[in-house]
């Protein structure tokens, strides 16, 4: 049968979440999606045995697959590089960590076939952000998320969990894989179609219980380089409000670098 689905998953030293993931995503698809539908690990050469892990799904009729990376290194570059070897025509990105429910992939997907380009929101009534979830790393994702409002509609664009139709990855120029935030690069650079809006998928949030985030103040960093260069896209390089935005970014970054602790 051939793949209509290809899940990908940046991964970095996440060999004690890899099993669990499969598990729960193909029991999640069920007997037939399950056949439609392949999972890609991309790991930048974790070393760790999450290449063990995933032959050993495979000898258990898994489809799941994994590229290592001997030479690059970063989330967003390893999601596209996923997207680029997958062989269906609907691609969804989610963390490896479970964080991302995986039981909430097939409805994922039903909203994906009518909506060019999907992404996860945890800001929407009934769902969230798990209520363990330190502090700091609210604050950190909810200005973040304040300072993309100019750039998208998108009520969560810092979710690493998000679909799109392949067809339209197809024009995509000049995407900057720096970073983490690859979603907002997507929905501020792909030409999609104006007349059909982009899904919204609410879900909540969990805790990660195996391994470590890879959040640093240097991802930190990359996310305002990004912006900055968002908003020049966006607005044009001469126009007064690009020029106040990208001061304000330009500020923080300074500020960032200097006491990594402010975010
Ligand atoms: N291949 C590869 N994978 C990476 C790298 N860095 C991180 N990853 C993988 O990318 C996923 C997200 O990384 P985390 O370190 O778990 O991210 P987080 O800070 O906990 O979560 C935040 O970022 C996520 C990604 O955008 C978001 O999904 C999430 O909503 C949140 O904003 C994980 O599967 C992790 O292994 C890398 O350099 N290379």
Known sequence: ???????????YHEKLNIGPLTKRLFAALGNSDSKITELI???DNSQDGSVEEV????KEGYNVNIIVRTTERGLSSAVLRGFQESKGEYLVCMDADLQHPPESVPDFLNKLRKHPFVIGTRYAA??????DWPLYRRVISGGARILAVPLTTATDPMSG???LQKKYLTSAKNIDTQGFKIALELLAK???????????????????TEGESKLSSKVMIQYLQQLKDLYVYKFGASTIVATLLALVVLVLLVLSSLFHAIF
């Open 41 to 43: 690990f991309v790991d």
């Open 126 to 131: 009934g769902v969230g952000i798990d209520k």
């Open 1 to 11: 049968m051939a793949i209509e689905n290809s899940i990908v998953v940046p991964a």
């Open 161 to 163: 969990f998000f679909g």
């Open 190 to 208: 792909l030409p999609l179609p104006k007349d059909q809006p982009i899904g919204e998928f609410p879900y909540s949030f969990g805790v990660r």
């Open 55 to 58: 032959e050993k799904l495979k």
